[in-house]
């Protein structure tokens, strides 16, 4: 499936163009989560553990967009069904992971509480912003092409994942060089303010049934 054929239909061809950049979304965000949040936890960085988090969150909604351009390519085109539920698997869980970033970057910045900034925490925030960066692009031009809704809000949250990684890899610098120890608790409430306004925002505009 992950090869295009030399005479296929430009609309398959554009299909397959959303599910290979959906496939490669679930295996980066899994993988850099993963280490994102082992590290975050590790040096108490809160920023970096909301980072990872919010990645899990992108992964399934990649997940469910595999599963949605991989049926399209077998069957009578896209299911607007699955288009509506991987929306809502998204927004669903940037409403959690919002609220939860918001709640514990709050509680970290009243409470003073000091974080690590370990040179592996750097590494990763800066590589992860220019591969969700290059991911988020991509998303969005392929939404286009195949009129998918689903994908350009995946888009999004995408970009919201690289703001993310800048904010943390800010966040984690300003600590490490400056001493500043409000930086990554502040970084976290901006984290989690981010993903609640996303989520509003796009919640309202499916209601109002505004995908374009």
């Given at each position: 499936?992950?090869?295009?054929?030399?005479?296929?239909?430009?609309?398959?061809?554009?299909?397959?163009?959303?599910?290979?950049?959906?496939?490669?979304?679930?295996?980066?965000?899994?993988?850099?989560?993963?280490?994102?949040?082992?590290?975050?936890?590790?040096?108490?960085?809160?920023?970096?553990?909301?980072f990872g988090a919010i990645?899990?969150?992108?992964?399934?909604?990649?997940?469910?967009?595999?599963?949605?351009?991989?049926?399209?390519?077998?069957?009578?085109?896209?299911?607007?069904?699955?288009?509506?539920?991987?929306?809502?698997?998204?927004?669903?869980?940037?409403?959690?992971?919002?609220?939860?970033?918001?709640?514990?970057?709050?509680?970290?910045?009243?409470?003073?509480?000091?974080?690590?900034?370990?040179?592996?925490?750097?590494?990763?925030?800066?590589?992860?912003?220019?591969?969700?960066?290059?991911?988020?692009?991509?998303?969005?031009?392929?939404?286009?092409?195949v009129a998918s809704p689903a994908?350009?809000?995946?888009?999004?949250?995408?970009?919201?994942?690289?703001?993310?990684?800048?904010?943390?890899?800010?966040?984690?610098?300003?600590?490490?060089?400056?001493?500043?120890?409000?930086?990554?608790?502040?970084?976290?409430?901006?984290?989690?303010?981010?993903?609640?306004?996303?989520?509003?925002?796009?919640?309202?505009?499916?209601?109002?049934?505004?995908?374009?």
């Amino acid at each position: 499936m992950a090869r295009a054929l030399p005479n296929e239909d430009p609309t398959n061809r554009s299909l397959r163009s959303a599910w290979r950049i959906s496939v490669v979304s679930v295996v980066w965000t899994l993988l850099s989560s993963a280490l994102a949040i082992t590290i975050g936890v590790r040096s108490g960085e809160a920023a970096l553990s909301a980072f990872g988090a919010i990645g899990f969150v992108d992964a399934v909604g990649s997940l469910a967009l595999s599963y949605h351009f991989a049926r399209a390519l077998t069957h009578e085109g896209p299911s607007l069904r699955l288009e509506a539920l991987a929306h809502r698997v998204v927004l669903g869980g940037l409403l959690v992971v919002g609220t939860g970033a918001l709640v514990v970057g709050a509680v970290r910045l009243i409470q003073n509480a000091s974080a690590g900034s370990s040179t592996a925490a750097l590494v990763l925030a800066g590589v992860s912003l220019a591969v969700l960066s290059a991911l988020s692009a991509r998303k969005r031009r392929v939404a286009r092409a195949v009129a998918s809704p689903a994908l350009r809000s995946d888009s999004h949250v995408t970009a919201i994942g690289a703001c993310f990684a800048a904010i943390a890899l800010a966040g984690t610098a300003l600590e490490r060089w400056l001493h500043l120890r409000w930086a990554d608790a502040s970084a976290t409430v901006v984290l989690g303010a981010c993903a609640l306004a996303l989520a509003l925002s796009t919640w309202r505009s499916l209601g109002r049934g505004e995908f374009d």
